[in-house]
């Protein structure tokens, strides 16, 4: 995997070295998460975050501001699937109180989807929203990604079954 680079964000390969940071931004944004992504707030629950991101079957991304260097968020592609006729995978994204609001998060979505259709060489890329969350529902919009009505699915998250509705983007409907 490779740095990305936007015009006021990086992407880069989660490591051990976030560990500290990212554990630390997650407990000051547990309200922020309410049940909608699980961000790992321990050290040892960072170590399983990180351990799943094998560069096959899932890739995890640390945001971070070019300005700064301050960590912003993550982005994820989980459950990737290169066996099949439509190859595939499921995005996942979160960002931290300390810098909400300013759309660092969206542009890491924008970054990863060329990245996950030209590097991986998906054809298409999920994201599963829960009804209520408008500020995710406008990240994958603004991305490109349209609902897909007829299918919503329960997740877990952070122990709980939650509602959610796929959201999808394919080459050719707005992918690369």
Same mark, same amino acid.
């Given at each position: 995997?490779?740095?990305?680079?936007? %015009?006021? +964000?990086?992407?880069?390969?989660?490591?051990?070295?976030?560990?500290?940071?990212?554990? %630390?931004?997650?407990?000051?944004?547990?309200?922020? &998460?309410?049940?909608?992504?699980?961000?790992? /707030? =321990?050290?040892?629950?960072?170590? =399983? @975050?990180?351990?799943?991101?094998?560069?096959?079957?899932?890739?995890?991304?640390?945001?971070?501001?070019?300005?700064?260097?301050?960590?912003?968020?993550?982005?994820?592609?989980?459950? +990737?699937?290169?066996?099949?006729?439509?190859?595939?995978?499921?995005?996942? @994204?979160?960002?931290?109180?300390? /810098?909400?609001? &300013?759309?660092?998060?969206?542009?890491?979505?924008?970054?990863?989807?060329?990245?996950?259709?030209?590097?991986?060489?998906? /054809?298409?890329?999920?994201?599963?929203?829960?009804?209520?969350?408008?500020?995710?529902?406008?990240?994958?919009?603004?991305?490109?990604?349209?609902?897909? %009505?007829?299918?919503?699915?329960?997740?877990?998250?952070?122990?709980?079954?939650?509602?959610? =509705?796929?959201?999808?983007? /394919?080459?050719?409907?707005?992918?690369?």
């Amino acid at each position: 995997m490779r740095l990305l680079v936007g %015009a006021r +964000i990086s992407l880069r390969p989660v490591a051990a070295e976030d560990g500290e940071e990212f554990v %630390a931004l997650a407990r000051d944004s547990v309200s922020m &998460h309410r049940g909608l992504i699980f961000a790992p /707030t =321990e050290a040892a629950e960072f170590g =399983e @975050y990180l351990a799943k991101f094998d560069g096959v079957n899932a890739v995890g991304f640390v945001v971070r501001v070019n300005a700064t260097r301050q960590l912003a968020g993550l982005v994820n592609i989980n459950q +990737i699937e290169r066996e099949v006729p439509d190859p595939r995978g499921s995005l996942g @994204y979160g960002g931290f109180a300390a /810098t909400s609001g &300013h759309g660092y998060v969206a542009e890491a979505v924008r970054l990863a989807v060329p990245y996950a259709f030209e590097e991986l060489g998906l /054809t298409r890329l999920d994201a599963y929203i829960q009804p209520a969350n408008a500020p995710s529902r406008r990240v994958v919009e603004d991305a490109g990604f349209r609902p897909v %009505a007829s299918d919503r699915q329960i997740i877990r998250v952070s122990g709980e079954s939650r509602e959610h =509705e796929r959201w999808t983007l /394919t080459i050719g409907n707005g992918g690369s």
